[in-house]
């Protein structure tokens, strides 16, 4: 599940990013590309967290704790950013969501690879 959740939000992501790539700007793949991004953060955040939780069952508390933070933490970064940047257009909005979505994906994917906790038949 975990891995049909982080691949539908790459996609929307590669979506969001074509939205503003797109000469015309593109509001119907914009909303399409938000709205696919958005519906996948559920799924792949408690699917993370049980995770954690199972790898680390003595500190569990500790692990989703962290785990939270950080993505709160990350999520205040690229507000920051987005913020900073922003230019009356939703370009850096979607760079900073797509990124994000993209390097989860990458993420999960290089987890795989490394051969650690989280296998082809555990996630």
């Given amino acids: ?4 959740a982080a ?12 939205a ?5 700007n593109s509001l119907p793949l914009l909303i399409v590309g938000l709205l696919g991004y958005i519906s996948c953060t559920g799924i792949i ?16 508390g500790a692990a989703a704790g ?10 205040a970064m690229v507000s920051v950013l987005t913020g900073v940047l922003y230019d009356g257009t939703p370009h850096y909005l979607a760079w900073g969501v797509g990124s994000c979505g993209l ?9 795989r690879l490394s ?8 996630c």
């Fill in 20 to 24: 503003v790539l797109w000469p015309e």
């Fill in 66 to 75: 962290l785990a939270v933070a950080l993505q709160f933490g990350l999520g």
């Fill in 45 to 60: 955040g408690s699917n993370c967290i049980a995770r954690l939780m199972a790898i680390y069952p003595s500190n569990a």
């Fill in 7 to 18: 691949t539908f939000c790459a996609v929307s992501s590669v979506v969001l990013i074509g």
């Fill in 115 to 122: 051969g650690s906790s989280c296998g082809a038949d555990k």
């Fill in 1 to 4: 599940m975990l891995w049909f």
């Fill in 103 to 111: 390097a989860g994906f990458a993420a999960l994917w290089l987890t």
